[in-house]
């Protein structure tokens, strides 16, 4: 499975950006895809899942209520909308792809990090 993420870029505090990740080389089903992000200075951390075949979604504490993971089928392509940003969400985001039953780590595929920059 190959991830390709985009969607990246500058947005005010209060604001929405909306990133997008399309997978290709293999099928979907039984695959959770996820977002994750990394700071500078800390650790990556997980974002938002989705579980492809049911569409179940799970979210990190810190984005639940703002942000928004989302897939469109037809195009295999996996969405995270963020909406209310802050500064805090300033990170490198990742899209990964595990298969299993399972969001938790670890993915076994990730794609390029977008930057998203947060200002206040």
């Known amino acids: 499975v190959q991830l390709q993420a985009s969607g990246g870029g500058l947005v005010q505090a209060g604001g929405s950006l909306r990133l997008s990740c399309a997978a290709s080389?293999?099928?979907?089903?039984?695959?959770?895809l996820g977002w994750f992000r990394q700071a500078p200075g800390k650790e990556r951390e997980f974002v938002a899942a989705i579980r492809w075949s049911y569409g179940s979604t799970y979210y990190a504490d810190s984005v639940k209520g703002r942000f928004t993971i989302s897939r469109d089928s037809a195009k295999a392509t996996v969405f995270l909308q963020m909406d209310s940003a802050k500064p805090e969400d300033t990170a490198v985001y990742y899209c990964a792809a595990r298969r299993g039953t399972s969001y938790d780590p670890p993915y076994n595929y990730w794609g390029q990090g977008t930057l998203v920059t947060v200002s206040s």
């Open positions: 080389g293999g099928i979907l089903s039984g695959y959770f």
